[in-house]
C-alpha cells in the first residue's frame, strides 16, 4: 500500500517550458542532496562541490530527457547517474537520442568524444558510497504525486526513517521537501483560489538545508502553512534559520526543558 519516490519520474504529461523548468529543478535538487549527504563525512572538498553541480546535474538531466527513449517504458534511478559517472562513455546512447529526438547539435567536437574527456577528470571513488545509499534506501520505482496532493488537498505522509542513519534520513528526507518546494512555487492560480495545504516535518534540523528558508517566507502566498518541530533554536541557527522562524511563524509554541536560547 505504499507508493515509492522516484525524483526522476517525470509527468508524461509536461511539455516545453514546464518541462524543461521541472527537469532542471529536480537535477539540481538531486544534486543538492547528495553534496548534503557528503557534506555529513565532515570533509570540505572545493573541487568535489564543483564538479557536483557540474557534471550530476548534466548527467540527470540527461537521462530525465532521453531515458525513456533509450529504455521504454522505464524510469531512470540514481544507480543509473552513478553508471554514467563511473563510466561517461556510457553516456553515448543518451547523447545520440538527444540529438536524434531534440534535434540539438553534436557534442562531438574535431573528432573528440566530450564524454571521454569528462570520464578521465572525474574521480567516482568517493561517490561511489553516496549513490550506492540514496538508491539502495530512498528510491522506489513509482513516485507521488506531490502536484495532485497539492491540487486536491491530499495527505502524504513520509518516514524518512532515522533510524537507519543520518544519511539515510538526511537523503531521503531531504529529497521529499525539496522536491515537495518546487511543486508549491509552481502551483497554478492565486491565493484566493488554491486549496489550503499543510505540511508537517518533525525533527526538521536533521533536515537542515538553506534552501528551505523558502518554507517560511514564501509558502504563505502558495497557500501551504509550515508546522514544524524543533529541540532548540540552537539547531538551525547554522544556516540563519532561527530568525527566519521567529519573524515569519506567527505561531510558536514552547514546551517545558527550553534551553536559554
Request: charged content about 20%; proline content about 3%; hydrophobic content about 40%.
Amino acid at each position: 500500500g505504499f507508493t515509492g519516490f522516484n525524483p526522476f519520474k517525470i509527468d508524461p504529461a509536461l511539455t516545453g517550458k514546464e518541462l524543461a523548468t521541472t527537469i532542471t529543478a529536480q537535477a539540481s535538487n538531486f544534486a543538492t542532496v547528495v553534496q548534503s549527504i557528503y557534506d555529513q563525512s565532515g570533509v570540505s572538498d572545493p573541487y568535489f562541490s564543483s564538479l557536483n553541480e557540474t557534471v550530476t546535474v548534466s548527467i540527470a538531466e540527461l537521462l530525465m530527457l532521453t531515458y525513456h527513449l533509450v529504455h521504454p517504458g522505464q524510469v531512470p534511478k540514481a544507480s543509473d547517474v552513478q553508471n554514467l559517472i563511473n563510466d561517461c562513455s556510457r553516456c553515448r546512447p543518451y547523447l545520440d537520442a538527444l540529438i536524434k529526438h531534440y534535434s540539438v547539435h553534436s557534442v562531438r567536437d574535431s573528432g573528440n568524444d566530450r564524454t571521454e574527456q569528462v570520464a578521465e577528470v572525474v574521480d567516482v571513488g568517493q561517490w561511489q558510497q553516496v549513490y550506492t545509499t540514496i538508491n539502495n534506501d530512498l528510491l522506489g520505482e513509482n513516485k507521488a504525486n506531490i502536484d495532485k496532493a497539492l491540487e486536491y488537498g491530499e495527505i502524504i505522509i513520509l518516514n524518512y526513517a532515522l533510524e537507519r542513519g543520518d544519511s539515510v534520513a538526511t537523503g531521503f528526507g531531504l529529497f521529499f521537501l525539496l522536491s515537495y518546494e518546487t511543486a508549491v512555487l509552481r502551483r497554478p492560480g492565486s491565493e484566493n483560489d488554491r486549496i489550503k495545504n499543510f505540511i508537517y516535518i518533525d525533527e526538521l534540523p536533521v533536515l537542515l538545508h538553506p534552501k528551505l528558508q523558502s518554507f517560511f517566507t514564501l509558502f504563505r502566498q502558495y497557500r501551504v502553512a509550515v508546522i514544524c518541530a524543533i529541540q532548540t533554536l540552537d539547531q538551525v541557527k547554522k544556516i540563519q534559520l532561527d530568525s527566519i522562524m521567529l519573524g515569519n511563524c506567527a505561531h510558536q509554541i514552547i514546551f517545558g526543558r527550553v534551553s536559554t536560547t
